[in-house]
């Protein structure tokens, strides 16, 4: 059992969330999740929520193992391994970059526009 402050092991947990919607067409969003993940796991995100996923997706930088889109969405690896591209079958294209600050704390970036 999970109390204040402590994550069951192999849970995340949504620490931060800013969204900016100025631009026209376009929101920008910045998300920091905290994991509890067990050996062998880093956090990730898994159907566009934080998960604990095996941490050799995220050594080799193969997002898209890691199963980040929706079930209806493509995802594409970005050319510098830097995050990747979820794209919806009406051609909205979501954009994700990544910084880890540690092994169980990550900063998502998400760029969405039509």
Request: charged share 20%.
């Amino acid at each position: 059992m999970a109390t204040t402050g402590q994550l069951a092991a192999g849970t995340c947990e949504i620490v931060t969330l800013d969204r900016d919607s100025s631009q026209p067409r376009r929101t920008i969003a910045r998300q920091t999740a905290r994991c509890a993940c067990k050996k062998g796991q880093i956090a990730g995100t898994t159907r566009a929520r934080p998960a604990c996923v095996d941490a050799g997706i995220v050594r080799k930088k193969q997002w898209c193992e890691m199963v980040p889109c929706l079930e209806d969405e493509g995802c594409d690896l970005l050319v510098n391994k830097s995050g990747w591209t979820c794209t919806q079958p009406g051609g909205r294209v979501k954009t994700t970059t990544l910084i880890f600050t540690n092994c169980t704390r990550l900063v998502y970036f998400l760029v969405a526009s039509n």
